[in-house]
C-alpha cells in the first residue's frame, strides 16, 4: 500500500492519527472491515459490532505495550477476555470471535507469522433460557392489540404487526425492514431479510394474513396520508407520520399490548421469536426446520429452543411412566 493512504507498507500504522493509529493497529483494522463489509458483505450492523469490539481490543493492547499485531501473544488475549470478566459470557464470546477474526486476517496479510488467538476458548455460557410466553400469553397479547376490534389505523397496524412478527418468528430489524414486496398474502408466504443480508422464506399462518389484510385494506393508505414530505411506498409498517416504522416503536407497541394484556413478566420484541421457537419445538418440529424458519447460521444456536418447560416435563412423566401414578 502507498504512503498517500496514511499506512505504513511495513507494520499496517495508521499515521494519520488517533489512538488506533498510534497504536499500530488502525490500518490493519481500517483493513479488515472493508474486508468483511465489502468482500464478504456482512451487515451494516455486524460490521459496526466488529469495530466497536476491535478498537476497544486494540486499546487495550496498546496500553498494555504493544504496538503492532506481530507483537500480541496468547497471553495479551487471554489477558484481554480476562479484564471482560463484568461483562456477560456471550459478550465476551462475541468479542473474542472478532479478536479471532482479526488474527486469522492478519495471518492472511502476512501481517503475523501465526494466528496466537487460535487455542483461546470463549468463556462457558451460563446457559440461561430465553424468556417465552405460553401460548395462552401469546393469545392474550395478540388479543390486547386489537383493542376490541378498533379500527384505528394505528391498532390495526399494531395488531398485523404483532401476528407477523409471531407467525414468522422474524427479528424486529426484520420486520421494520419489511417491504410490500415481501409478502404474499395469497400463497400465505413472507420473504425475510437476515443478518449478511441473507434472505429466506417463511409461511404466513391465516390469522397474521387476515391481520395484515385488516391493515393493507386502508389503514397503511391512511397513515401515508399523514406524511408531511414524501410518503413511504415501500415499506410493510408505518408510523403515525406515514414513515418506516422504527425499532423502538416496535419496543414500544410491545410493551403496550403486554400491560393491556395483563402479562408481568418483562416483553420484549425478541420474545416473540423465542415463543415461535418454542412453540414449534414444542409442537413436533424438528429442530432443522426451525433453525431455518429462524434464518440461525447454525443448529447450536436453534438448539436452545429444545428445552423442556417444567409442566411439560410433568405431564410427559406421569403419562409415560408405569408407576408415576
Known amino acids: 500500500m502507498?504512503?498517500?493512504?496514511?499506512t505504513d507498507a511495513t507494520?499496517?500504522?495508521?499515521?494519520?492519527?488517533?489512538?488506533?493509529a498510534r497504536s499500530g493497529f488502525g490500518g490493519l483494522i481500517d483493513r479488515f472491515l472493508a474486508y468483511i463489509d465489502v468482500e464478504r458483505g456482512l451487515a451494516v450492523s455486524t460490521v459496526r459490532a466488529y469495530e466497536s469490539d476491535?478498537?476497544?481490543?486494540?486499546?487495550?493492547?496498546?496500553?498494555?505495550?504493544?504496538?503492532?499485531?506481530?507483537?500480541?501473544?496468547?497471553?495479551?488475549?487471554?489477558?484481554?477476555?480476562?479484564?471482560?470478566?463484568?461483562e456477560s459470557a456471550r459478550s465476551?464470546?462475541?468479542?473474542?470471535?472478532?479478536?479471532?477474526?482479526?488474527?486469522?486476517?492478519?495471518?492472511?496479510e502476512g501481517r503475523?507469522?501465526?494466528?496466537?488467538?487460535?487455542s483461546v476458548k470463549a468463556p462457558k455460557s451460563a446457559h440461561t433460557l430465553p424468556d417465552v410466553l405460553t401460548i395462552d400469553e401469546v393469545s392474550r397479547l395478540l388479543d390486547a392489540a386489537a383493542m376490541g376490534?378498533?379500527?384505528?389505523?394505528?391498532?390495526?397496524?399494531?395488531?398485523?404487526l404483532l401476528e407477523f412478527m409471531y407467525a414468522t418468528g422474524c427479528r424486529v430489524s426484520e420486520a421494520v425492514g419489511a417491504d410490500l414486496s415481501d409478502i404474499d398474502l395469497d400463497s400465505h408466504v413472507a420473504r425475510l431479510t437476515g443478518k449478511?443480508?441473507?434472505?429466506?422464506?417463511?409461511?404466513?399462518?391465516?390469522?397474521?394474513?387476515?391481520?395484515?389484510?385488516?391493515?393493507l385494506d386502508g389503514a397503511r393508505t391512511e397513515l401515508m396520508g399523514r406524511a408531511k414530505t414524501k410518503p413511504e411506498m415501500r415499506a410493510i409498517f408505518l408510523n403515525k407520520r406515514g414513515r418506516r416504522l422504527s425499532r423502538q416503536s416496535v419496543w414500544e407497541v410491545v410493551k403496550a399490548a403486554g400491560q393491556r394484556a395483563g402479562i408481568t413478566r418483562p416483553l420484549h420484541p425478541h420474545t416473540l421469536r423465542h415463543s415461535f421457537a418454542t412453540h414449534l419445538i414444542q409442537g413436533g418440529a424438528d429442530v432443522r426446520t426451525v433453525q431455518e424458519l429462524l434464518g440461525h447460521a447454525s443448529?447450536?444456536?436453534?438448539?436452545i429452543y429444545t428445552h423442556v418447560s417444567p409442566q411439560v416435563l410433568m405431564e410427559t412423566y406421569l403419562t409415560s411412566h408405569p408407576r408415576a401414578r
Open 92 to 108: 465476551r464470546a462475541r468479542r473474542l470471535a472478532a479478536v479471532h477474526e482479526l488474527h486469522r486476517f492478519a495471518v492472511g
Open 196 to 215: 449478511g443480508s441473507k434472505q429466506r422464506l417463511v409461511p404466513l399462518g391465516s390469522y397474521a394474513c387476515t391481520a395484515m389484510r385488516g391493515y
Open 112 to 118: 503475523a507469522a501465526a494466528d496466537v488467538s487460535e
Open 54 to 86: 476491535l478498537r476497544r481490543y486494540a486499546a487495550w493492547l496498546t496500553d498494555h505495550g504493544r504496538h503492532g499485531i506481530a507483537e500480541v501473544t496468547r497471553a495479551d488475549v487471554e489477558g484481554f477476555i480476562a479484564s471482560l470478566d463484568g
Open 299 to 303: 443448529v447450536t444456536t436453534t438448539q
Open 149 to 160: 376490534g378498533s379500527r384505528d389505523p394505528v391498532v390495526l397496524r399494531d395488531k398485523a
Open 2 to 6: 502507498n504512503a498517500t493512504d496514511g
Open 11 to 20: 507494520d499496517g500504522t495508521d499515521t494519520t492519527g488517533g489512538t488506533d
